[in-house]
């Protein structure tokens, strides 16, 4: 099953370096010491609050996916994909490596124009130059996007 997971560009960048997710809290007893994510499927409620934004993790499950209510008392069983829709998908820390994959990060419109590299002296030529210089620029990093954060596939550990 494709998921995805809200994070911030940096935290991305981060995870895939790593190849591991580290959640907020570790706590056995806490239903939230995972890795929350979506499924590619509408009727999610994404008006939630979310730690990061910006980023987007791709990421395949290849383990049993179980349906599990949303108020389910803790811990949640490791090993599979909890799908509590129309609140969320959830991995248990601690999970088995190999049920999970990262695929893609995709970066949010805002978040790539605030990454493309400009040097100060930009801002001193006259706004018809600038725009070319930023055109290039932008390019170059989308191209250096996609050769680094997309096509990939290999295991994501979440830790707990």
Same mark, same amino acid.
């Given at each position: ?11 991305? @960048? *981060? ?8 959640? *907020? ?6 239903? #939230?010491? $995972? ?5 590619? &499927?509408?009727?999610?409620? %994404?008006?939630?609050?979310?730690e990061g934004?910006? *980023?987007?993790?791709?990421? +395949? =499950? ?10 389910a008392s803790?811990? %949640? ?9 129309? =609140? ?19 970066? #949010?419109? +805002?978040?790539?124009?605030?990454m493309v ?12 130059? @600038?725009?070319?210089? !930023?055109? /290039?620029?932008? %390019? ?8 680094? !954060? &997309?096509?990939? /596939? ?5 830790? $707990?």
């Amino acid at each position: 099953m494709r998921l995805y997971h809200f994070t911030s560009a940096s935290q991305a @960048q *981060a995870i895939m370096e790593s190849g591991k997710f580290n959640p *907020a809290s570790q706590h056995p007893l806490n239903n #939230d010491n $995972g890795l929350n994510c979506f499924a590619f &499927r509408s009727g999610y409620r %994404l008006g939630q609050c979310f730690e990061g934004t910006g *980023a987007k993790l791709i990421m +395949e =499950w290849t383990g049993p996916i179980v349906t599990t209510n949303q108020n389910a008392s803790p811990p %949640l069983a490791p090993d599979v994909l909890h799908d509590q829709h129309p =609140w969320r998908c959830f991995v248990r820390g601690g999970s088995k490596t190999g049920l999970l994959f990262m695929t893609a990060i995709r970066f #949010d419109k +805002e978040t790539i124009d605030a990454m493309v590299p400009t040097p100060n002296w930009h801002k001193h030529l006259p706004q018809f130059l @600038q725009r070319p210089l !930023y055109s /290039r620029a932008r %390019l170059e990093l989308l191209k250096a996007i996609r050769r680094k !954060y &997309r096509n990939v /596939r290999f295991p994501l550990e979440v830790c $707990g």
